[in-house]
């Protein structure tokens, strides 16, 4: 059974869905299971080095369907039907911080490092949740007026992630362990045919000013004296400069995307005008993901942004928990 065309556009864009067969779904847990009963750390070249080869044995029909989605640039796909075991993952934490790293849910964060390696490079950011490989996506208390992962009575509004960044990922993978309320994660991108024609032009010129967002701050990391403090110098420059950028590159018919609704700022009403013109249209042409527990949703940074909308957390083990890696393609 191949994966199933969800839905195209004139300009190219399609996204695609493949839900395993519980055979497969079977392989890459007892993978993931075994791979994790022989990794004590998630540090060092080890597990690295044993996912990149371990990653050949995924099965092919999976290894075909993430080929086709590199191969053709496509916006995004999911991979539904993982196994994610309620009694081995345990409640939804308070927090990521101070937990040892791997956890209970080892085996669960071992097919996003897989799918990685298929698609290019694992990598983490030395800024963000303490240098994780794969990090943690839930509310935390007193988090709940950030937008950041960890909030959730403020909404994320639509960014390509890390946009701020040069060297931002070219995918982005979020698995849902656990969703109740089914809050969707939002994908959508500025459609050039909605768009007129002096504001497209507008979003290719280098007149919108931007800044990181703010887990990458030291206050949003556990730092101790040791830490990475040319990395977080650097975040600090980035704030300070306020790099210009465009929001569109490439192609005027179906153009590379860099965007962040709440850490972008136009330069003059002009571009303010084409930036609501972008968001706009990302407005009308979104894709809402359910996430089921088990879903992966794999990400095309150059592509599109994501967003998810404000929620009620809980704080009582049972809110929405996801996991995330960032790839370079390489």
């Not at 704080?315 to 929405?320: A, E, Q, S, V, Y």
Request: hydrophobic letters at 35%.
């Amino acid at each position: 059974m191949k994966g199933r065309a969800l839905g195209s556009n004139d300009d190219g864009a399609h996204h695609s869905e493949l839900t395993l067969t519980e055979e497969e779904s079977g392989r890459i847990n007892d993978l993931c299971v075994e791979l994790a009963t022989r990794h004590s750390s998630m540090l060092g070249e080890a597990l690295f080095a044993e996912t990149r080869e371990i990653a050949r044995r995924i099965p092919r029909r999976v290894r075909d369907f993430l080929g086709g989605f590199k191969r053709e640039s496509a916006d995004h796909c999911v991979i539904r039907g993982h196994v994610v075991d309620e009694d081995r993952i345990g409640p939804t934490p308070a927090d990521w911080r101070d937990r040892p790293r791997p956890n209970r849910e080892f085996p669960e964060e071992i097919p996003l490092i897989l799918y990685g390696h298929l698609l290019g490079t694992p990598f983490a950011w030395p800024t963000q949740q303490n240098g994780n490989l794969v990090n943690d996506v839930f509310p935390i208390k007193g988090y709940e007026k950030e937008r950041l992962g960890n909030g959730s009575e403020l909404p994320l509004t639509f960014h390509t992630e890390d946009a701020f960044h040069p060297r931002r990922a070219d995918y982005l993978v979020l698995a849902s362990l656990r969703n109740p309320d089914r809050i969707p994660l939002v994908a959508s991108r500025p459609r050039p045919a909605d768009i007129e024609d002096r504001d497209l032009d507008l979003l290719f010129l280098e007149s919108f000013r931007i800044i990181p967002d703010g887990s990458h701050l030291p206050q949003n990391n556990t730092v101790d004296p040791g830490g990475p403090d040319r990395e977080f110098e650097d975040i600090e420059k980035r704030f300070r400069d306020r790099e210009p950028t465009a929001v569109l590159s490439g192609s005027r018919r179906r153009p590379f995307l860099r965007f962040d609704a709440s850490h972008m700022e136009p330069d003059g009403d002009e571009s303010a005008r084409a930036f609501r013109a972008a968001h706009d249209s990302m407005d009308r042409n979104q894709v809402a993901f359910p996430l089921e527990p088990g879903d992966h949703v794999i990400l095309n940074n150059h592509r599109v942004a994501h967003k998810r909308n404000s929620f009620a957390a809980r704080h009582d083990g049972t809110d929405r928990w996801l996991k995330r890696i960032n790839i370079r393609a390489s």
